[in-house]
């Protein structure tokens, strides 16, 4: 994955949650939607510890979608390598060795984001 | 997705069955293959019904594959727009932000279908 | 499981319900339960069919109280015998034997609702 | 957990599985509950390969009802100590730390089942 | 739960974490258990954010003895009740509704430990 | 999948893989992927049981790469087909027919090695 597949990635996301949104979604997955951008914003904890809450769950939870959204969050709200290694660890131990075709898709994603 | 990337699901999907019945599959497995097409025939509840438990626990068990055939197959028994978009409610609700991946790609392959 | 354990069931889900709603809910998970529950309400679906998703969805992800709850509702709601065998017969198919446990539990607990 | 626990594991399987089979199952279930026992039958490969994968497999599942069966098959046909300590390995090391609380378990009743 | 229940779920935990490391495992599984310690250690990231990362994790996917486990340590470490509520609503919106058994469980939990 | 398909997944993986533990790894990710050689290496058991343990595990747990992966370790250690077959009914019957997209990829990467 090179720069422009993280483009895709957001562009393709882009298109289908307006699809999802202008012209499927009944009222009760619009304001799950709604939901979901409210449990991540600065609140009690801030927003840079609910992404990554976020990025563990989707990470024992293996999915590479998810993963990779909350990578961007993460990467453009601060969290550095060493803070990423930790929260990996985490998943890691806890999901098992099942989750490491997601990891290394992760830090593949994480390294083109840093470049 | 376009019409044709629907029509190569079908093709894979199809030379796939056909292998693994055909060339892999031991006693076991083709009786499970069996019983797996019997329990969603028509019987004291219709086709149509199960079709959609088959959706919803495809969904909430988050398989793409899964998803797409039973969207196939709800199509072609002519589930509505608006009956689809409850199912998925449900399985939104039940299965949480994790299955908004897939819930992007079936709406896409269902928009594609309906085309 | 007997009669009254069924209420047991019952009171044990109310009380913890209060405890999470009035003492320690915040705003997004008040209206996640809100949205909980209107997901399963009467609409292009009747409730009886939504109930049937929730409790398939329930049986493929192997959540025993949540298996009991949707029963409590399909019983409620006049889901025949014939009907629930339909149900499970498709959850048994998509989940596979480790889902047998659960369906030992929810056939129990059936037959104590019929008295 | 003591011998008379097993013992009681033991019968309330048998009680609900005649209870399915006899009062509810109607025949892709009672296929199904077929399919199940053929699949550990000794044949190319032996009975006690097949009980370590099924119980591998319901221990990455965490379903602690399935460990169980699992351990009472392994114990009756001869799996030693040293031999579960390697499947149980394996298990942790795919599944991760989740998978601890069911190990706790299956090593209790392993050392109860060998008094 | 009462206060007496939670001082049974840590005994019954270190009575079963014993048998497993001392009269069980082997070289595998104890160096598992070792890394299990190691990730929640202060470091980059401090020990409070990673037990709410190992919180969200076992909520995610659906482990009520993890969840009671990282309860007691973010009790311990000085989660409050807001913070508790937050990592609870990212859990639940991740992981839907089919969490909700454990969160009310979770929940009960953790009203105790604060009595 | 033809030939070079399998060498393109080998060299994907090698290379994203010392990506991970060259540029990424800190010691616990290091740990855990010694672990997880570790936990495969001939002892009581035999490596290839334990590769149809990791076999069966990453089936029922439904990980393509993981499913890849043991494929070709089962292959250089002298798996048959009817054993292969074996291993996939009981992952199968375990699992279900959410296994199914996976078996079939799991089948044409089989026959593509076998070449």
């Known amino acids: 994955m090179n720069l422009t597949e ?10 289908l949650n307006k699809l999802v949104l202008e012209e499927f979604a009944d009222l009760e997955i619009k304001r799950f939607f709604g939901l979901d951008s409210q449990v991540y914003r600065d ?3 801030p927003q840079k510890t609910k992404e990554m ?7 024992v939870l ?7 959204y909350h990578l961007l969050q993460c990467h453009e709200i601060g969290v550095s390598d060493a803070e990423l290694e930790e ?3 985490v998943g890691l131990i806890v999901g098992g060795s099942i989750t490491i075709p997601h990891i290394r898709k992760a830090v593949d994603f994480w390294k083109n984001l840093k470049k």
């Open 6 to 15: 993280i483009e895709k990635f957001t562009e393709e996301r882009e298109r």
């Open 43 to 45: 609140d009690v904890l």
């Open 53 to 59: 809450l976020g990025l563990v769950a989707s990470l």
């Open 62 to 68: 293996r999915c590479d979608d998810c993963i990779k």
């Open 87 to 89: 929260i990996i660890s």
